[in-house]
């Protein structure tokens, strides 16, 4: 069963940058794309960032483009989301997904991990 694990999480001032790291026990065939989200309290998730282990093509959500950067080290079989310029609006759960590419851009991977917290004041 593969496992992934977050970290980097905390607590950040407006404007400030964090970086998430998710480490994947191991990387199986189907996993070709690994995937951020977040879920703040009394919202639902969304879908945040994605990128690929081959080529490291990535996606982005519209309200985290040009802030947030998403990179791999496939020797370490870790992805990481370098967050830039922080917002309040940014603060919640943050999780890390793998799957095939079309299921972790639409939230229904099949591996996700337990999540960090990332908290922003203002």
């Known amino acids: 069963q593969v496992q992934l694990v977050e970290s980097g999480g905390g607590l950040v001032q407006a404007g400030g940058s964090l970086r998430l790291s998710c480490v994947a026990s191991e990387r199986t065939f189907s996993m070709s794309a690994m995937g951020w989200f977040r879920r703040a309290p009394g919202k639902e998730r969304e879908f945040v960032a994605a990128?690929?282990?081959?080529?490291?093509?990535?996606k982005y959500a519209d309200s985290v483009k040009g802030r947030f950067t998403a990179s791999r080290d496939n020797a370490k079989n870790t992805v990481y989301l370098q967050m830039n310029s922080l917002k309040p609006e940014d603060a919640a759960v943050y999780y890390c997904a793998a799957d095939v590419l079309l299921k972790v851009v639409t939230s229904t991977a099949d591996y996700w991990g337990q999540g960090t917290q990332v908290a922003v004041s203002s």
């Open positions: 990128i690929t282990w081959i080529g490291g093509s990535t």
